[in-house]
T-cell receptor, first 114, second 112 residues
Framework: DVKVTQSSRYLVKRTGEKVFLECVQD?????MFWYRQDPGLGLRLIYF???????EKGDIPEGYSVSREKKERFSLILESASTNQTSMYLC?????????????FGPGTRLTVT | GQSLEQPSEVTAVEGAIVQINCTYQ??????LSWYQQHDGGAPTFLSY????GLEETGRFSSFLSRSDSYGYLLLQELQMKDSASYFC?????????????FGGGTRVLVKP
């Protein structure tokens, strides 16, 4: 079974802090993704990576950065946390290629910025 | 860009049939996926349609009409455990990395 794990289920940080969210997958997937989920807005893509050290902006990258130094690990960084970044953060991974359409999600990190 | 529209909420009784519609506007289309998410859980993949027509997987079926930019998820013989949110998602043909754009989600509430 594909397993995607995230470093924390719940996190509380203060405004202005630098926040690191970690994601690890164990299926040797090329692609990894970071989403945030807010009620009524679905899942919105923040950043994704299709290879080690490669990254692409998603739909809402402002205020975030990412790092992928190893294939299995994809980190999301909030450079200076703000209250409007309070949200559920979901990591996902998938294989590459034309027939790869399934993304496997981690359990999520609920981040509260006070 | 991409945009997807789906109803925000649907309520039905056990044993009933529910159809969740999804209309999309995209500048490049590869396929339509459906995901299920229970409260507090992670989204899990249900189905994928790249070609027109109906795909059946047990009690759930998914349909796509590329010419109408429209698809639906059909939940049959509803069970209490089907209470969850359901998301449609479009795979962009132009994007590297299997990028998906998700709709806002439809919350399905199954009543006894």
């Amino acid at each position: 079974d594909v397993k995607v794990t995230q470093s924390s289920r719940y996190l509380v940080k203060r405004t202005g802090e630098k926040v690191f969210l970690e994601c690890v997958q164990d299926m040797d997937h090329e692609n990894m993704f970071w989403y945030r989920q807010d009620p009524g807005l679905g899942l919105r893509l923040i950043y994704f990576s299709y290879d080690v050290k490669m990254k692409e902006k998603g739909d809402i990258p402002e205020g975030y950065s990412v790092s992928r130094e190893k294939k299995e690990r994809f980190s999301l960084i909030l450079e200076s946390a703000s209250t409007n970044q309070t949200s559920m953060y979901l990591c996902a991974s998938s294989t590459s290629g034309r027939v790869s359409y399934e993304q496997y999600f981690g359990p999520g990190t609920r981040l509260t910025v006070t | 860009g991409q945009s997807l529209e789906q109803p925000s909420e649907v309520t039905a009784v056990e044993g009933a049939i529910v159809q969740i519609n999804c209309t999309y506007q995209t500048s490049g289309f590869y396929g339509l996926s459906w995901y299920q998410q229970h409260d507090g859980g992670a989204p899990t993949f249900l189905s994928y349609n790249a070609l027109d027509g109906l795909e059946e997987t047990g009690r759930f079926s998914s349909f796509l009409s590329r010419s109408d930019s429209y698809g639906y998820l059909l939940l049959q013989e509803l069970q209490m455990k089907d209470s969850a949110s359901y998301f449609c998602a479009v795979r962009d043909s132009r994007a590297a990395g299997n990028k998906l754009t998700f709709g806002g989600g439809t919350r399905v509430l199954v009543k006894p």
